[in-house]
């Protein structure tokens, strides 16, 4: 068939598209398959309460529930979520917001997507501008959403090393060089894969280069405050009108409901709003018709900082522990996990790759996720990218226990 660039590209290298297959396939085939990989969140029986009982509210009143199914919202998103949401934020973080700031999309996935190539790829001057993300590695789904070529650039990142085991990458704003063929610059906090959480030094640095350069800062806070809140450090959220602020409904347990939430500028949710009506007329409905109240009414905060963050907390120390235990003997470091669900672990003296790691753990029933996939943008040879994994523990802990074990074993044996 005779396609675009963009075709070509998508059907033959995909990276996401290939590993979510592969993923996939594994499973399918393979029920004992102990799932370490991949980004679902856990299913916490305290949180799916309160979804499954806003369902069944949703159910019970008169016409909700038709409403919810029977009409399009705005390309913009539902008017109500949108209010409420604007309230919640002013409340918790002063922040001079109104729901002319806020615009839906189906996933926060979709929102890179459109804010990518509306900052980046060819603009009308006749120039090209590429999205830069700071700190490497970053989330695998931004690899491939650019419609233009070449879309990201990346630097190597600084790393110190806070014990024996435990290491934190840090953004080397020396070699950051932001000048006018970046279009925005990009980061995931906490980040995934690493656990990561930017300090809020490096996230007012960024915000500072930014802002002197005339270009939004774009902060994925798929894991972060106020909602989902699985941040096991100090950190302060931040807005203004020179941020893009994406957040999802995603990692509290609704991935399927497919909601994702910007905050910017009237402009660039005008223009979200717009791509939106392009793309999908309107963004789905139901994420919001379960998530209004919980927003409404602050529970949503609540649920978060009682309930999912010291899920995630205490999962994360477990998971820490045993994997210290089950790795000694290799040279081995883990980053210190801030946020998120993942460990991401680094074996500096792997005699393969990290895909090939990856082979042979599946065939011994175990998923991963290679690390190479983490590092959009950065094109320069580094040893490092095929030096580490990348671990979801957020499910039951004995998944985790077994398969650290034959992690162990593996790297052990090479
Ligand atoms: C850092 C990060 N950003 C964005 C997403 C996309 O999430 P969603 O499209 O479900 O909102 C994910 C999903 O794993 C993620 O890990």
Not at 94 to 104: E, F, Q, R, S, V
Not at 225 to 237: R, S
């Amino acid at each position: 068939m005779n396609v675009s660039r963009f075709g070509k590209k998508i059907a033959t290298t995909s990276g996401i598209g290939r590993l979510m297959e592969d993923l996939g396939n594994a499973l399918s085939q393979n029920t004992d398959m102990l799932m370490l990989g991949g980004g679902n969140p856990a299913h916490i029986p305290d949180v799916q309460k309160y979804f499954r009982d806003s369902m069944e509210n949703l159910l019970q009143d008169n016409l909700a529930f038709e409403k919810a199914i029977g009409n399009y919202d705005p390309p913009q998103g539902n008017i109500e979520f949108i209010e409420a949401m604007s309230r919640l934020l002013r409340k918790e973080f002063g922040w001079d917001i109104t729901p002319k700031n806020i615009a839906l999309t189906n996933g926060s996935q979709s929102a890179f997507f459109i804010l990518f190539n509306i900052f980046g790829g060819a603009y009308q001057d006749g120039t090209e501008k590429k999205i830069m993300f700071p700190l490497a590695p970053e989330y695998i789904g931004y690899s491939d959403v650019g419609i233009s070529e070449d879309l990201f650039v990346s630097i190597e990142p600084l790393i110190s090393h806070e014990d024996e085991h435990i290491f934190k990458y840090h953004i080397d704003f020396e070699n950051l060089n932001i000048d006018e063929t970046i279009g925005a610059i990009c980061v995931s906090r906490p980040t995934n894969p690493t656990g990561n959480v930017l300090t809020d030094k490096e996230i007012e640095k960024l915000n500072e280069l930014a802002a002197a350069n005339k270009i939004p800062l774009i902060i994925d806070n798929a894991y972060g405050m106020p909602f989902p809140d699985i941040i096991f450090t100090q950190a302060k959220l931040t807005w203004n009108e020179n941020m893009i602020l994406c957040l999802s409904l995603s990692k509290l347990g609704l991935p399927a409901v497919r909601t994702g939430i910007i905050i910017a500028n009237e402009e660039v949710i005008d223009m979200v709003a717009k791509v939106n009506a392009v793309m999908s007329l309107a963004p789905g409905g139901i994420g919001p018709a379960i998530a209004t109240d919980l927003i409404r009414t602050g529970k949503i905060i609540n649920l978060s900082r009682d309930i999912i963050k010291p899920f995630y907390f205490n999962k994360v120390q477990a998971a820490l522990i045993q994997a210290i235990h089950e790795l000694d003997g290799i040279n081995f470091h883990i980053h210190k996990p801030e946020g998120t669900f993942f460990l991401w672990l680094w074996f500096p003296d792997l005699p393969i790759t990290d895909t090939e790691l990856y082979e042979r753990l599946k065939k011994r029933n175990v998923l991963v996720v290679p690390g190479n996939y983490f590092f959009p943008g950065l094109k320069k040879k580094w040893p490092h990218k095929n030096q580490c994994i990348r671990l979801n523990y957020s499910q039951d802990s004995e998944t985790f226990s077994k398969g650290i074990k034959i992690i162990a074993e593996e790297v052990k044996s090479l």
